[in-house]
């Protein structure tokens, strides 16, 4: 189970930070990441982090202005997301898989948590 939390509203140029934590009895990724859609488009992958490696993958819509990162103490993993802007307005879901795919495919991942709205006003 994921849960994520930290959306909310915030204006452009602003910051915020997404946590998102799995729990359950067996917690082994391969990668744990980030997907966000806005209502009646598909969902678009954000970023992800490859659990053995830490490698980290950005969509090129937010490279350079989101880092995802984890705890290696913890089952968790963040998106600090800055200089936001409105077309980052989305419900962000959290991601985990075992198995192996691409990285920006919804379809690879197994879990998804439930969605945390973030609202960027202008």
């Known amino acids: 189970q994921l849960q994520a939390s930290g959306g909310g509203l915030v204006q452009a140029g602003g910051s915020l930070r997404l946590d998102c934590t799995a729990s359950?009895?067996?917690?082994?990724?391969?990668?744990m990441g980030w997907f966000r859609q806005v209502l009646g488009k598909e969902r678009e992958f954000v970023a992800a982090?490859?659990?053995?490696?830490?490698?980290?993958y950005y969509a090129d819509s937010v490279k350079g202005r989101f880092a995802i990162s984890r705890d290696n103490a913890k089952t968790t993993i963040y998106l600090q997301m800055n200089s936001l802007k409105p077309e980052d307005t989305a419900v962000y879901y959290c991601?985990?898989?075992?198995?192996?795919?691409?990285?920006?495919?919804?379809?690879?991942?197994?879990?998804w948590g439930q969605g945390t709205l973030v609202t960027v006003s202008s």
């Open positions: 359950g009895r067996t917690f082994s990724p391969t990668v």
């Open positions: 991601v985990y898989r075992t198995g192996y795919g691409s990285y920006y495919r919804s379809s690879s991942y197994d879990v």
């Open positions: 982090i490859q659990w053995s490696s830490s490698f980290t």
